[in-house]
């Protein structure tokens, strides 16, 4: 049986280092049947720039296969362009042999594991961005990906084995994270109905640049974890 790794943003090149094989040492014993998600703001679908090539060179050559959830740091236009594939049961654009990202609704058997996903999350810094250069519109998933969202946890029956998004349920950014002030009313509120409404054993995210669990939530930026 593969293993499945999670982590948090890494914003292009910036903090992708943490999936070299020193910080990550356990992919010595990987291969390319085994994953490693990481939580939106993935950031290395952004500009085409010979940097961003090299780095997506590095990691298409790294011993595990690549998953990303869509962010709000990201260059939707880009991504876009990507042709929609089917894999493991739901959606997904491939960006390079082993580089795949997971879209917005779906539901996913890995390894004998499910996982719904959902990206996304507001920007606090737009204010300092310029829109189709450094900020999308696109960052909040449409209606049409929440009414997808709901019609295949529908088809799951509405239990999954696993939870991955960028950003969080409302109440827990209020719990938590209130002082970020960062969430977007209705996909936060999305998430919470997805929160009580799905069976679920772990829900994992990042966005908030920290390392921290709350209750069956795990808030992932600098660590690899694996699933078990």
């Not at 539901?107 to 300092?128: E, N």
């Not at 977007?184 to 908030?208: A, C, Q, R």
Request: glycine share 6%; proline share 2%; charged share 25%.
């Amino acid at each position: 049986m593969g293993r499945i790794f999670v982590t948090g943003d890494t914003h292009g090149s910036h903090d992708i280092r943490k999936l070299n094989n020193k910080k990550f040492p356990q992919q010595n014993m990987l291969t390319k049947d085994d994953y490693v998600i990481v939580c939106g703001d993935f950031g290395l679908v952004w500009d085409e720039s010979a940097e961003e090539k090299y780095w997506q060179k590095w990691l298409n050559e790294r011993n595990f296969t690549t998953l990303f959830v869509a962010g709000n740091h990201e260059n939707y236009d880009l991504l876009n362009r990507y042709p929609i594939e089917n894999w493991n049961g739901g959606k997904i654009r491939r960006i390079t042999d082993s580089i795949i990202h997971l879209m917005h609704g779906q539901v996913f058997t890995v390894h004998k594991k499910t996982f719904f996903t959902m990206g996304g999350a507001k920007s606090v810094d737009k204010r300092y961005r310029v829109e189709g250069i450094s900020w999308w519109m696109e960052e909040i998933p449409s209606y049409q990906a929440f009414e997808e969202g709901i019609q295949n946890l529908e088809k799951h029956n509405y239990k999954v084995d696993y939870i991955v998004t960028h950003t969080a349920p409302q109440e827990i950014i209020e719990k938590r994270y209130a002082y970020l002030k960062d969430y977007d009313v209705f996909l936060n509120h999305y998430l919470t109905h997805i929160k009580n409404s799905v069976d679920y054993k772990g829900w994992y995210f990042g966005h908030m640049h920290v390392d921290d669990t709350i209750d069956n939530f795990h808030i992932l930026y600098m660590k690899v974890k694996e699933l078990k």
